[in-house]
Each structure stands twice: as C-alpha cells, then as structure tokens.
Nanobody, 125 residues
Framework: QVHLVESGGGSVQPGGALRLSCAAS????????MAWFRQAPGKEREGVAL????????NYDDSVKGRFTISQDNAKNTAYLQMNNLKPADSATYYC??????????????????WGQGTEVTVSS
C-alpha cells in the first residue's frame, strides 16, 4: 500500500519561501508520477507541479512558473516543492499525489490514486 507523507508547511510573509517534502513508501515500481496540488477554503483542488520520478520531466501550472521548483531524491522516493516569492494567493493546504501511469490531464485530481494528508501553507503579512 502506498503511503505519502507531506511536510514543510508553515506561515511566511509575502515574498518568503518554503520547501515542501513528500516522502513515498510502499511503492514497488521505479518510475511513477508525483504531483503537488493545493486547495484553498471554498476552492477546488488544483494541480501545481508534476514530476516523473526517476525520469526527466516536470510541469507547472502557469500561476507558479518561475517561482516554484519541483525536484526529486530518487534514493529516498521523495519529491520536493521549493516555493519562492510566495504570495497570499498561494495560501492553501498542499497535497502530494502519485500514480504509476498518467492517463488523464495531470492537473486533474482524478488522475491520481494515492494522496497524502496535506500540509498547510499560509502567506500573510
């Protein structure tokens, strides 16, 4: 059974930075997709960044391009989301999700089978 654990959330001022981590366990295959989503109160869950673990592919939502960077540590089955120049609009609960095969648009939550419990990010002055 796949288990995902996010960490690294917190409160920062606008312009600040945070680094989120998502550690995956129970995965028996080498290559898979891992994505970061976020959901603010009253809003739909939206895809933020995607990485192909043990591959060479990343993708970002336009709202975070140039500010967020997704990366991986294959030995630890962990993905990271470095978030720079944070804005109040980035405030949300951030979730990581994974799937072995990406059969739907990567920004759609239904494309992923396994989810973490979420970590909260608050950007406020």
């Amino acid at each position: 059974q796949v288990h995902l654990v996010e960490s690294g959330g917190g409160s920062v001022q606008p312009g600040g930075a945070l680094r989120l981590s998502c550690a995956a366990s129970g995965i028996t295959y080498t290559k898979f997709y891992m994505a970061w989503f976020r959901q603010a109160p009253g809003k739909e869950r939206e895809g933020v960044a995607l990485i192909y673990m043990n591959g060479d592919f990343t993708n970002y939502d336009d709202s975070v391009k140039g500010r967020f960077t997704i990366s991986q540590d294959n030995a630890k089955n962990t993905a990271y989301l470095q978030m720079n120049n944070l804005k109040p609009a980035d405030s949300a609960t951030y979730y990581c999700a994974t799937t072995r095969y990406l059969l739907k648009l990567w920004t759609r939550p239904v494309a992923y089978r396994d989810w973490g419990q979420g970590t909260e990010v608050t950007v406020s002055s």
